[in-house]
């Protein structure tokens, strides 16, 4: 253990380094693939030392930059879950956003709230200062069909989790048409959800994002 204590020499940290993370990329922040350094869990100015077990890869140079917002920061004072709701228009991320926070006591950020009065510069706003917080506790809706929008949306809010509600078309019409909900018009609504399922691109592993997917389950229904 004592050895732990001793100041590394630079070139024998990156060597180090370049070992854990080519043991592993995965961020010990967000669980996410692609880290480019390495953090002390425990830093080193509060008390951590260069163990093994107090190592782990993270995202620092790299979206989502999960390392610079942990700065300083103990494990227990980071205690961040912003999880990123995409799917097309009545696929019920709504209901599975008010669920999810109702049962883990997470705030739901929703363009279609009132307090963003449909403004997307304003909710983009909100979801940078989310980003900022180490221990934000979220639940955030967008539609992202494209690996590129879902990318840029889960960086804009520092998402820690993705889920794809990816319910199927016919489904979806169905619902719009069920929930009767008139704003914007269903006829563009229905619009939204064929043009999402066209321009849908399946496939987060290869966008480097850890996916946690749920399918559409008949309490969400
Ligand atoms: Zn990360």
């Not at 630079?10 to 010990?28: E, H, P, V, W, Y």
């Not at 830093?43 to 999960?66: K, M, W, Y």
């Not at 018009?185 to 994002?209: C, D, H, M, T």
Request: aromatic share 4%; net charge positive; with cysteine.
């Amino acid at each position: 253990m004592s050895q732990h204590h001793h100041r590394l020499s630079g070139s024998t940290r990156q060597k180090r380094n370049a070992k854990i993370l080519k043991a592993s990329d995965i961020c010990g922040l967000c669980g996410q693939p692609g880290s480019d350094a390495v953090d002390h869990k425990v830093p080193i100015t509060r008390g951590g030392t260069e163990h093994p077990s107090n190592l782990q890869p993270v995202h620092h140079d790299v979206a989502p930059f999960c390392n610079r917002r942990k700065g300083d920061l103990l494990p227990a004072e980071y205690d961040r879950k912003v999880m990123l709701v995409v799917g097309p228009p009545g696929a019920g991320k709504t209901t599975l956003a008010h669920t999810i926070a109702d049962a883990e006591g997470l705030e739901v950020y929703d363009l279609d709230d009132e307090q963003w009065a449909g403004s997307d510069a304003l909710f983009r706003a909100a979801l940078v200062q989310l980003r900022e917080q180490p221990k934000a506790r979220a639940v955030v809706i967008r539609t992202g069909a494209t690996l590129r929008a879902r990318q840029g949306a889960a960086t804009a809010c520092g998402a820690t989790e993705l889920v794809v509600v990816d319910t199927a078309l016919d489904e979806c019409i169905r619902r719009i048409k069920q929930r009767g909900r008139t704003t914007p018009p269903i006829r563009i609504q229905i619009n939204g959800a064929r043009q999402w399922w066209a321009k849908y691109e399946p496939g987060e592993v290869k966008l480097s994002f850890a996916s946690l997917r749920l399918q559409r389950s008949g309490s969400l229904a």
